[in-house]
């Protein structure tokens, strides 16, 4: 790794706190759209994150030593929660965006924007977490295999069948007509 310069600094320091940032858009995206696809989503991202930490306890592999102190993290490395949890934000969005119907809250450019912003950020948080320290590139990469794969079986349980459970929870709670 090269030594570190202030604009890398800065860059390291979002994407080590992205997590929360990740949550709040979800939150919102959420929120704004009351769609049972996005919270079926919501549901697949902590059950692939739960997944994931089950995992690590079985694994037991250490995280490596981080250099600067007090940074070492307590918990296990093997397989790394967020390089699964944004590996599988990065293919459930745009399988999302271009096989689903849109959501009639959100502009059809969400088809395209959503895509274009979520494969590169989650791209980015993935390999930050060997950049900041916090895990291996095995870590990661065993990480966002899990994600692909979570993210893959998390699609398609919905188009098999779930997403239409999803109608009658919008049509009666979400959006009740009265």
């Known amino acids: 790794m090269s030594a570190p310069t202030p604009g890398r600094n800065a860059i390291l320091s979002f994407l080590d706190r992205t997590s929360y940032i990740v949550t ?15 919270l079926y989503f919501v549901i697949g991202a902590l ?14 592999q250490p ?10 993290k307590q918990s296990y490395g ?14 459930y969005t745009p399988l999302a965006a271009y096989l ?11 088809r395209i924007l959503g895509p274009l912003v979520v494969v590169p ?10 950049w900041l320290g916090h895990h291996t590139w095995a870590q990661v990469g065993a990480g966002s295999s899990l994600g692909v794969v979570f993210g893959l079986m998390w699609f398609r349980m919905w188009v098999q069948g779930i997403n239409l459970h999803g109608k009658v929870l919008e049509e009666t709670y979400l959006f009740p007509r009265h």
């Open 100 to 110: 689903l119907p849109l959501h009639p809250s959100l502009p059809p450019a969400a």
């Open 47 to 60: 059950v692939c994150s739960r997944v994931v930490k089950f995992t690590k306890r079985f694994v037991r």
């Open 78 to 91: 093997m397989p790394s929660t967020h390089s699964a949890v944004v590996t599988y934000y990065a293919v």
């Open 63 to 72: 995280r490596p030593l981080h250099s600067l102190p007090g940074r070492q």
């Open 24 to 38: 709040g858009v979800t939150a919102l995206s959420l929120l704004y759209t009351r769609s049972a696809g996005v």
């Open 121 to 130: 950020w989650a791209s980015a948080i993935a390999v930050s977490r060997v």
